[in-house]
Each structure stands twice: as C-alpha cells, then as structure tokens.
C-alpha cells in the first residue's frame, strides 16, 4: 500500500465564484509543496492586488454574463494525509496530481468530490446549472457557446497541460489524472482522477478514478480497468504493474495485475470470477490470483471458465 505523503502545499491561482458564494473552480498555475508545515494554517484567503503580478490582475472581477466573481486566491494545506476540507482544498489536491507532484493513492482524496458541486463546464468558463438557460442568451453575444458537460470535474487540459504526452480527445482526461512522460491515451481512451500512468503506457481502454498502470502497461480499446467501490465516491486502490496487456473488450474489477501479466480478449475478471489454474489443476477465484506477475488469464477452446498460464 502506498503511504500517503504528510507534506504541505501551497498554490495560489484564480476562483470562478458563483453569485451565491458556490465555488466552481480554482485554476492553480504552480503549485509547490512544502516540507516545513510549522508556520502555516490551513486556509484559503483572498489575495490583495498588490500581491499579484500583471498577468493575475488581468483575470480578476466580475463576469456578470456568467454572474460569476473570479477572485485571486492562496490555498494552504498542511497535511496531505489529511480528507480535503472544502472545493479550493480538493482542486489544489486534483492540481498536484496532474501536474505530476504528487502520484496517485499519495494524498488523501476521501469523499472529494462530496466538496465539489456539478458545474456547467463550457468555453466561456464554468457557470451554475440552476440558472445556465437563462445565461446562454447573454453568453451567445460574445460569440458561439460550447458545453463541454455537467459534471463536478472538468477537463484536465483547460487546467494542466503535462510535458510529454499525448492526448487524442481532451474530454477523456480528467483533471487529477496523473499521466508520466511517454503516456499515450487514444481517441477511446480515458483516464479519471486519482488514476493515471506511473510510466510510458498506451491507454485505449477505461481506467477509474484510483487506478494506476506500470510503465509498458497497454489498455487496449474498450478494455475497462475499475476500482472497487468502498463507500460513496470512495475506491479502493487498483493497480497494475510493469509491461501488463489488456485486450480488447477485457477487464478488470477490483483485481490487482502484477508485472508481465496478458489478460486476453473479452475476458472479464473480478474478485469471484472462477478460473481455471492450469499451473495447479484447480479451479481459483480471480482475487486468488490478484497481484501475481508473469501470467496469462485467457478464454480458451473447451473450457468453462477463463484459464490461467504462466506467462
């Protein structure tokens, strides 16, 4: 299990602010962490013009077609091991992991998305769901509108931009995902937050929120690897290590891979899953198998269930 980091960070960055006082976003350009805790408090606070450079105060004010306050924050926490407390808190935490600081399953991202509220996401800037029908008319005048979704996260392009990678549909990447140099997500790709590539990878498949893959690792295209619910929005930690393949229409549900592992085409394993362990004779369950390196699960002729080999 991955320890989770009890470093501080500190980031200061621009708040969508609705009328009614609901945080729709914080955009947090550099984010740093910080060993020495002691002389900070967990906080987030307004920041004065004075402390802001040019290109801050340009973004500052009122978008009254949006009805929306964008106001310069400095959000403090200090002590990533710690549940987020509110919104500006969970976007500095989604900030660091996908501006690679952090890695997945690091910091502590219990009931986040409790914190946050769903958002109309559109190319104006995010806006409140309850009143949008009646912003689009005054939105329009400032040229054609596009909704990207409702949704409580946004895209991690409009927030993050890693070196390194290629993303073919921005939609797919949401921001918290956390991708290494290398990664490459296909058009039917997606990656949610807290989840992501600890190296290079293809990933044409579907990767939940807590779920990590090794370097080498190939999600082919409408593999799904997810993450066991714990409770509510919670998971629980799945990964998948070094120079794994996942077929197509394959997948994972709360079952670990080690390194070297091939799961084969259309074969779909979760914890009660039967197997059939040629290496042994028996008959298995997917979960007794779970995080075991160089094996092969795959649909063969004249047997029942999914067979293991070694690999």
């Not at 450079?53 to 973004?59: A, I, P, T, W």
């Not at 769901?129 to 009646?134: A, R």
């Not at 290398?182 to 937050?193: A, D, F, K, L, P």
Request: aromatic share 4%; with cysteine; proline share 5%.
């Amino acid at each position: 299990m991955t320890q989770l980091l009890t470093l501080a960070a500190v980031a200061t960055g621009i708040a969508n602010i609705a009328a009614d006082g609901t945080v729709l976003d914080s955009w947090y350009p550099a984010p740093e962490l910080v060993e020495d805790a002691s002389l900070l408090v967990d906080a987030t606070e307004r920041v004065s013009a004075r402390d802001l450079d040019d290109k801050f105060l340009s973004l500052i004010g009122m978008d009254r077609d949006r009805q929306v306050e964008l106001v310069p924050v400095r959000t403090t926490i200090t002590d990533l091991s710690v549940p987020p407390r509110d919104a500006h808190d969970v976007f500095l935490r989604l900030h660091l992991l996908s501006h690679r600081l952090v890695r997945p399953h690091e910091v502590n991202m219990d009931d986040c998305l409790d914190r946050l509220v769903p958002v109309v996401w559109t190319n104006k800037g995010p806006c409140l769901p309850d009143n949008f029908e009646w912003l689009r008319g005054t939105l329009r005048a400032r040229g054609q509108i596009h909704v990207y979704g409702i949704e409580r996260l946004p895209r991690m392009v409009d927030y993050v931009v890693p070196t390194g990678v290629t993303i073919a549909e921005a939609e797919r990447v949401r921001l918290g995902a956390y991708l290494a140099p290398g990664t490459s997500v296909m058009r039917e790709g997606y990656v949610s937050w807290n989840s992501g590539s600890l190296g290079p990878a293809r990933i044409e498949g579907r990767l939940s929120s807590a779920v990590t893959i090794g370097e080498g690792t190939d999600v082919a295209l409408s593999a799904t690897v997810m993450a066991g619910r714990e409770d509510g929005h919670n998971r629980v930690a799945l990964r998948i290590g070094r120079d794994c393949i996942l077929h197509p229409s394959s997948g994972l549900i709360g079952v670990d891979l080690g390194d070297r592992c091939e799961i084969g085409m259309n074969v779909m394993l979760e914890p009660g899953t039967a197997l059939f362990d040629a290496r042994s004779g028996d008959i298995v369950h997917a979960r007794d198998i779970a995080g075991q390196s160089d094996i092969s699960v795959a649909n063969e002729p004249h047997f029942a269930c999914p067979v293991v080999r070694s690999r």
